[in-house]
């Protein structure tokens, strides 16, 4: 039986195999996400992603628990941990906090390295994703690399993303930086029986004001005064809750899983999913025809040429922009 | 293009709540460039058998100090064995007596190491057992 036919039965080391394949980038595992395309776009995609040690592991483990006893759902986890960008290793710890899931066959953890990507997460994780999805898991939840301040891939890739913060990680510049709190459809401050979480609440909570329009009043000479934010396009905005939950103990997990869910009917109602759904389809296709466009440019430089002109370009008689365009216009050097 | 990585399971099983051994093997393994995953602690073989599948890893390290190597190894290749994996390798590190080497090595443990051992023979065994 072929892999793509044996995964669609339910066979999980063929699943296993395949992910390594996909990972591998093998023609065979090519072949078989082809011929399981068509099984996918029924899971909900649930993204995590946080600085490290605010618990993200921990999390994902109790809402995996939830997922399986209180609504009876197939959960496949996949987590990233970074590759060495010196050794090309890498040690993947994420399964250490995720041991209540072991013994459950509708549960499937695949641990992942980044293998060079930045970003978060690995190039072929939206694939793994894939596979998880067309085998039948109904929730997937993946767990970014613990970096903090740019893992936007996750945003693209996820349905819904949480990012996830712990009290005491940071002043309140680094709530209003750019990046990864924009990306949150759920914020969650974890560790939320340590001290300080009033405050990383309400930093969280000041970011987000800034960043949605809400309905703000001021006092102004004594008076209050309305500003009125500007109306959205017509459309329901959705303001991402703020959630506290201590994973560990399992506080606050059943909140954080009712609001994953409200922002899939969020989603859903108003047309979201199926944007979020082309916007990732779309830019998969692109950066697949991005790598086939440069490997096959790539294969048409002839010997040598690219080492003379980066040559010069070291030497500083050609700028890396010349190169570029020597190199595209097919022109001797 | 094809990237093949080496994956290593690397778990603890039984009671004994020393894993510093462990995790200088996982940290040997990783700086030699493979995909090394680690479960922690107190894994039954249930446990370790099941991580090894849904890893798909090419090999499995057992510490165990605790002396219940002869019931604890049996079992974990029975498992892989049962779940079709009978192709990874297993390799053991921990206080192994010396009269219990030819029985493990005979249930197919591909290498045994004691307190001393160097990690660069580790490697170079864990690197010759795994076949491409």
New interface residues.
């Given amino acids: 039986m072929d892999l793509a036919a044996s995964i669609l039965s339910g066979n999980?080391?063929a699943l296993?195999?395949l992910?390594?394949q996909v990972?591998?980038?093998?023609p065979e595992g090519r072949q078989a996400l082809d011929l399981l395309f068509p099984h996918t776009g029924h899971a909900h995609l649930v993204g995590v992603t946080g600085a490290p040690g605010t618990g993200k592991s921990s999390l994902v483990n109790q809402l995996a628990l939830f997922y399986r006893r209180q609504a009876g759902k197939r959960v496949g986890i996949i987590a990233v941990d970074p590759?060495?960008p010196f050794?090309?290793?890498?040690?993947?710890?994420d399964?250490?906090r995720m041991?209540d899931l072991?013994?459950d066959p509708q549960v499937?953890?695949?641990?992942m390295?980044s293998?060079g990507s930045l970003g978060g997460l690995a190039h072929t994780t939206s694939a793994l994703a894939q596979v998880l999805d067309a085998a039948g898991f109904e929730i997937i939840l993946v767990e970014t690399v613990g970096a903090g301040q740019a893992e936007v891939d996750i945003a693209r890739l996820a349905h819904t993303t949480l990012v996830v913060e712990a009290p005491g990680l940071g002043d309140d510049i680094q709530a209003i930086k750019a990046g990864i709190l924009e990306i949150a459809d759920v914020l969650v401050v974890n560790k939320a029986d340590h001290p300080g979480v009033e405050n990383a609440e309400r930093a969280l909570r000041g970011m987000l004001e800034l960043a949605h329009p809400v309905r703000r009043v001021f006092r102004r000479h004594g008076q209050a005064v309305t500003v009125e934010a500007p109306p959205p396009a017509g459309e329901p905005v959705w303001l991402p809750p703020i959630l506290r939950t201590v994973a560990t103990e399992d506080k606050g997990i059943v909140e954080l899983a009712a609001a994953i869910d409200r922002h899939a009917g969020f989603l859903r109602q108003g047309g979201d999913w199926a944007r979020r759904e082309r916007a990732r389809l779309e830019s998969e296709t692109e950066m697949l025809l991005q790598e086939a466009l440069n490997s096959r440019f790539r294969a048409g430089i002839p010997q040598g040429k690219y080492e003379m002109l980066m040559a010069r370009v070291m030497e500083r008689r050609l700028s890396p922009w010349e190169a570029a365009r020597v190199l595209l216009d097919g022109r001797q050097a | 293009m094809s990237d093949r990585q080496i994956r290593i399971l690397v778990a603890k099983p039984g009671l004994d709540g020393h894993d510093r051994g462990a995790k200088v093997v996982a940290r040997a393994l990783r700086d030699a460039g493979m995909e090394v995953i680690y479960t922690g602690l107190r894994q039954t073989p249930e446990m370790i058998a099941e991580a090894a599948l849904q890893e798909d890893v090419d090999a499995v390290g057992l510490s165990i100090l605790s002396g219940a190597h002869m019931a604890l190894v049996p079992r974990v290749l029975e498992l892989l064995k049962a779940n079709g994996q009978e192709q990874v390798k297993v390799f053991l590190g921990g206080i192994i007596p010396d009269e219990d080497l030819p029985r493990l090595r005979q249930m197919g443990v591909t290498g045994i190491y004691g307190p001393g051992a160097s990690t660069e023979d580790i490697v170079r065994d864990v690197r010759a057992a795994i076949p491409g």
């Fill in positions: 999980r080391l296993a195999r992910l390594t990972e591998n980038h093998t590759t060495s050794t090309g290793g890498a040690v993947l710890g399964r250490v041991r072991a013994g499937f953890i695949r641990s390295a293998r």
